[in-house]
């Protein structure tokens, strides 16, 4: 394999910054490099994958929860010889479902008329499993990631996700290993939807975080540092 140290590009979802990534990004910067990309500010997946493309060099780790997942995947449609590996967590593969655009443009107009404050709420209530509901404390810190957005910033990463390309043909062109991960509590991405997008890619992994909503990274973090470790360490990929 090539052993150049890689750069673990960290992509995080819609409302999110990088505190989606505060328990791990000590434990992989020990492994390779380490970018946590701000996405506050996309109106296009393809344009997002493009320009963190063009902030780092040399081979490529990418971690994509949620939104991040789908820039990961423009990624690698851009530049599959860049990337040794892809870990997409929470995340989806497909085009627009029915009925999708009005629910989000929805939360679009509710933001812009009372501020993501306005939406933070339901947002977040949708997204957690039911025992994270009872820790006082992680929803206390997501809560105020989510309220460091700004109704531009939600309304661009929202136009993105409405124009993203459906990604079913990209899949089966990964020429990299790909471990997929999902909670076993996730609403929005289920598990389900990751088996799928396993049986789709030709060197693919799925590991459940058992208990963890769409918010995995939050509240399962151990257990996805666990996952994502012993994988690259399986695989040879970084370390």
């Known amino acids: 394999m090539n052993h150049e140290r890689p750069t673990f590009v960290l992509l995080h979802g819609l409302l999110c910054d990088a505190e989606t990534w505060a328990d791990f990004i000590g434990p992989l910067s020990r492994l390779g ?4 990309a701000d996405l506050s500010g ?12 063009a902030r780092t060099t040399g081979p490529l780790i990418v971690t994509g929860h949620s939104m991040g997942g789908r820039i990961a995947l423009e990624m690698a449609r851009q530049a599959p010889q860049r990337c040794r590996a892809l870990i997409l967590m929470n995340t989806g593969y497909q085009g627009l479902g029915e009925g999708e655009t009005e629910k989000r443009m929805h939360l679009v107009r509710t933001a812009q008329a009372g501020g993501i404050r306005a939406i933070a709420e339901p947002w977040l209530d949708g ?24 109704p531009a910033s939600f309304a661009g990463q929202i136009q993105a996700l409405i124009e993203r390309r459906d990604a079913t043909e990209l899949l089966g062109r990964l020429a990299c290993p790909v471990l997929l991960m999902s909670g076993t509590e996730d609403r929005w991405s289920p598990l389900d939807r990751h088996a799928q997008m396993a049986s789709r890619v030709p060197d693919a992994a799925l590991e459940a975080i058992e208990g963890a909503g769409h918010m995995a990274p939050f509240e399962a973090p151990a257990a996805c540092l666990s996952a994502i470790t012993r994988w690259l360490a399986r695989r040879r990929l970084a370390g």
């Not at 490099?33 to 946590?36: Q, T």
């Not at 509901?133 to 997501?142: E, G, H, K, Q, V």
């Open 33 to 36: 490099h380490v970018l946590a």
């Open 127 to 150: 997204m957690i499993a039911p025992r994270t509901r009872n820790d006082a404390a992680l929803l206390s810190r997501m809560r105020a990631m989510i309220l460091r957005s700004t």
């Open 42 to 53: 996309i109106g296009a997946l393809h344009d997002a994958a493009r320009d963190v493309l």
